[in-house]
């Protein structure tokens, strides 16, 4: 499952994203309206975390704008505002649920799964698929050419980011900071030996090959054209 946080405090962003990267979830950060509505309205997402008090664009206009698209995702509005005509105006414009700031985080978590159990996204999002490699999110099972593929906690956390960015270039430091929640150091390794490891999973028995090295980038999952 694939969340975006829009939230402008960067502590209690990354604390979000770090806390919900490790329940398993795929995480993406933006730290202003702007940014947030442009991903809101350009990229898939399963769930919206949502602040209204933002630089650029407020949460308002971003809630409008997606619900003005007919895009279904749930939205959860997290803020400081809690009067009861902000929650009233945050549910009037299409929000799913609202959670007023400071908040606890196992709250916010039981929130996130409630709406993602509701039904509200499509069944097809809960199935990822690039050529013969299907990824079950719901179950966490994984298989190549009908066959079942056992992958650690991680190693599917990674390929589901691979899977989600299909064919984009991605750098090292952000496969940490999305899988690992870590700043990339250039004198670790860890990353590379987790895609060997993902490679001997998911590539070595099969063809084509999916996980691909970009020469000084990172890496990127895709289907070789057959050109």
């Not at 402008?8 to 962003?13: A, V």
């Not at 179950?139 to 299909?166: P, Q, S, W």
């Not at 952000?174 to 860890?190: E, G, K, P």
Request: aromatic share 6%.
């Amino acid at each position: 499952m694939k969340i975006l946080i829009v939230e402008d405090e960067r502590k209690i962003g990354e604390y979000l994203r770090q806390g919900l990267t490790e329940a398993g979830f795929v995480v993406d950060l933006a730290c202003n309206g702007l940014d947030g509505h442009h991903l809101t309205m350009t990229e898939s997402y399963d769930l919206l975390i949502l602040d209204i008090m933002l630089p650029d664009v407020d949460g308002w206009q971003i809630l409008k704008s997606l619900r003005e698209m007919d895009r279904c995702m749930p939205v959860l509005i997290l803020t400081a505002r809690d009067s009861v005509d902000d929650r009233v105006k945050g549910l009037e414009l299409g929000a799913d649920d609202y959670l007023v700031k400071p908040f606890a985080f196992t709250e916010l978590l039981a929130r996130v799964r409630t709406l993602l159990r509701r039904g509200t996204t499509p069944v097809a999002e809960t199935t990822l698929k690039v050529g013969d490699l299907e990824l079950d999110l719901i179950r966490h099972r994984v298989t190549r050419a009908g066959h079942r593929i056992h992958l650690t906690a991680k190693e599917f956390v990674l390929l589901e980011l691979l899977v989600h960015r299909k064919g984009e270039a991605l750098p090292r430091s952000l496969i940490a900071s999305q899988v690992w929640d870590m700043n990339f150091n250039s004198d670790t390794n860890v990353i590379d030996v987790a895609i060997r490891r993902l490679r001997t999973k998911i590539d070595n028995d099969f063809e084509p090959k999916l996980i691909h090295t970009i020469r000084g980038m990172g890496y990127m999952l895709d289907v070789p054209s057959e050109e």
